[in-house]
């Protein structure tokens, strides 16, 4: 089965973006989302990331 990377429709925080990539790469979605608060606080490239992905990740199917 091809796993395909999607925002989360059931761990979201905002738009689902750190969810989806939880569990597509299998890890604790909260350090995901660590990663993005430590690059956002760095320079904001976290928070620039995050807004593409939100818009470039397509939402899971139901």
């Known amino acids: 089965m091809d796993k395909?990377?999607?925002?989360s429709t059931r761990d979201r925080?905002?738009?689902g973006v750190c969810g989806g990539i939880g569990e597509y790469a299998n890890v604790?979605?909260?350090i995901?989302?660590?990663?993005?608060a430590?690059?956002?606080?760095?320079?904001g490239s976290g928070l620039l990331i995050?807004?593409?992905l939100m818009f470039?990740?397509?939402e899971q199917p139901y």
């Open 32 to 36: 995901i989302r660590a990663i993005f």
């Open 4 to 7: 395909k990377l999607y925002r």
């Open 56 to 58: 470039i990740m397509p």
């Open 28 to 30: 604790d979605p909260t």
């Open 50 to 52: 995050y807004l593409a």
């Open 38 to 43: 430590i690059f956002a606080i760095w320079g």
């Open 13 to 15: 925080k905002i738009a």
